[in-house]
């Protein structure tokens, strides 16, 4: 399995007007160090990056920074509000971003409940209406509901990202049939974001044919990050080709996989 296998019969990822090769997006939290940060993203082939503006040193001449160890040349810096939880904190650190020198695009989160970290819907919708007035192309962290999912591309989202399970869980995808729904009814880019927690997910969550998975935790905390990014940029190109090809039906009974015709006798 390769990229060139996948590109030979899919498309390119296009969001907000701008292609990707990769349908792996990464992280930069919860690394050991960054010398394992920046090896687990090379091996992850991806070529968006998020930074959770709230929790790095804005600083680029910072050697211990995490900014100082990403090339905005070689990788597409994508900043999020993670760690947010009101729409207004949202809204603040997106411009605060952007003064920053990142570009427009923006991963927007913000969080309802400090357990489960699970999304504030009507503060989503508020900051989004904010942000995307402000021109920026917001790529949406929301739930697994597909009302919440219309209205967020009917706003005027660039991408909508519901959630497998919850951040950091790594229960894998527990909502198929959601998943599925949203991205059989959304014209944007449906990209998967948290919960993934090994290769199995990400293969079992792009055969639902979305269009690609964020994903930190999984990496970050893995024993050895580059091997698992590596797995996972395999698993993310198989349920892609695996999706793209078309599984057989299921069947509640053995079919012969042999021919049943013209047999010796």
Same mark, same amino acid.
């Given at each position: ?5 996948? *590109? ?6 296009? &969001? #907000? ?13 919860? %690394? ?7 090896? *687990? @993203? ?5 070529? @968006?990056?998020?930074?959770? +503006? ?13 900014? %100082?160890?990403?090339? !905005?040349?070689?990788?597409? $810096? ?6 947010? /939880? ?6 603040? %650190? ?13 991963? $927007? ?8 970290? $699970? ?10 209406? &904010? ?28 991408? +909508?990202?519901?959630?497998?399970? !919850? ?9 198929? /049939? ?12 449906? @990209?998967?974001?948290? #919960? +993934? ?33 590596? *797995? ?16 057989? !039906?299921?069947?509640? +009974? ?12």
């Amino acid at each position: 399995m390769t990229t060139a296998a996948v *590109a030979s019969v899919d498309l390119p990822l296009v &969001v #907000g007007g701008r292609q990707f090769r990769s349908r792996l997006m990464v992280g930069t939290g919860k %690394y050991r160090d960054n010398e394992s940060m920046v090896r *687990a @993203i090379e091996a992850s082939g991806a070529e @968006i990056v998020t930074v959770a +503006v709230r929790r790095v040193d804005l600083d680029r001449k910072k050697t211990d920074g995490v900014l %100082y160890h990403l090339d !905005p040349t070689h990788h597409f $810096l994508l900043a999020n509000t993670a760690g947010c /939880y009101s729409a207004a904190e949202a809204v603040r %650190y997106a411009r605060l971003a952007r003064e920053a020198g990142f570009n427009d695009f923006l991963k $927007l989160e913000v969080i309802g409940d400090r357990e489960t970290l $699970l999304p504030d819907v009507a503060g989503l919708l508020e900051a989004a209406a &904010v942000l995307i007035k402000d021109g920026f192309q917001v790529m949406a962290y929301t739930n697994d509901d597909l009302v919440t999912a219309l209205r967020l591309e009917d706003m005027g989202c660039v991408a +909508v990202m519901p959630l497998a399970s !919850p951040i950091g869980s790594g229960l894998g995808l527990v909502n198929p /049939y959601g998943i599925r729904t949203i991205k059989r009814r959304l014209s944007v880019p449906v @990209i998967v974001d948290a #919960g +993934v927690g090994t290769a199995s997910d990400a293969c079992v969550t792009m055969e639902q044919g979305v269009d690609g998975i964020l994903m930190n935790t999984a990496i970050a905390e893995a024993t050895d990050p580059a091997a698992m990014a590596a *797995a996972m940029r395999h698993a993310v190109e198989a349920g892609r080709l695996a999706f793209l090809a078309g599984r057989m !039906p299921r069947r509640e +009974v053995a079919a012969p996989s042999s021919p049943t015709t013209g047999l010796l006798g």
